[in-house]
T-cell receptor, first 114, second 114 residues
Framework: DGGITQSPKYLFRKEGQNVTLSCEQN?????MYWYRQDPGQGLRLIYY???????QKGDIAEGYSVSREKKESFPLTVTSAQKNPTAFYLC?????????????FGNGTRLTVT | ELKVEQNPLFLSMQEGKNYTIYCNYS?????LYWYRQDPGKSLESLFV?????AVKQEGRLMASLDTKARLSTLHITAAVHDLSATYFC??????????????FGQGTRLTINP
């Protein structure tokens, strides 16, 4: 079955530590995205990538970094520079032809930083 | 900058009643998406609305799009408890590279009581 796998589901870290969230897809989608969701709020775009070895900042990229070395993988690193990292992080992908195609979302990683 | 606003943000209703969730957006777009999110879960695509006047129906849910008014509605008919969830609308804007960038509303938390 094709889909998007995010791991881990829950992640706990101490303040000041960098942490990397995994996102893997086997849908053969070109575009991948990272969104952040805070309690009771909508999703905000962190980074996105259209093709391998290229990515763009979204609306709230500060304190985050990404890489896109393979089409299937788009890991997100939450750095110590991110002031409020505790949130629910969702990875998504979309095929090249976006007509009639909504974003496909992974199951999310809930990050808690104390 | 594209802004998306939903109302109401919270909605508590009784089974069997009808209600409508509204989604307004600030700049021109021809594509709008509705998603459902259950607590602690990822987003599930409900509807993709691609043009002015588009109407889609699935079971007790019906979505419509008026691009001239920059308004979409999600109508719930004869609500049942299983429809309790948070509903998001998302409006598409394409980046200069053709990436499908979605801007989300704040979400409407719907609770349906027996």
């Amino acid at each position: 079955d094709g889909g998007i796998t995010q791991s881990p589901k829950y992640l706990f870290r101490k303040e000041g530590q960098n942490v990397t969230l995994s996102c893997e897809q086997n849908l053969n989608h070109d575009a991948m995205y990272w969104y952040r969701q805070d309690p009771g709020q909508g999703l905000r775009l962190i980074y996105y990538s259209q093709i391998v070895n290229d990515f763009q900042k979204g609306d709230i990229a500060e304190g985050y970094s990404v890489s896109r070395e393979k089409k299937e993988s788009f890991p997100l690193t939450v750095t110590s520079a991110q002031k409020n990292p505790t949130a629910f992080y969702l990875c998504a992908s979309s095929p090249p032809d976006t007509n009639n195609s909504p974003l496909h979302f992974g199951n999310g990683t809930r990050l808690t930083v104390t | 900058e594209l802004k998306v606003e939903q109302n109401p943000l919270f909605l508590s209703m009784q089974e069997g009643k009808n209600y409508t969730i509204y989604c307004n957006y600030s700049t021109t777009s021809d594509r709008l998406y509705w998603y459902r999110q259950d607590p602690g879960k990822s987003l599930e695509s409900l509807f993709v609305l691609l043009s002015n006047g588009a109407v889609k129906q699935e079971g007790r849910l019906m979505a419509s799009l008026d691009t001239k008014a920059r308004l979409s509605t999600l109508h719930i008919t004869a609500a049942v408890h299983d429809l309790s969830a948070t509903y998001f609308c998302a409006v598409e804007s394409l980046t200069s590279q053709g990436a499908q960038k979605l801007v989300f509303g704040q979400g409407t938390r719907l609770t349906i009581n027996p």
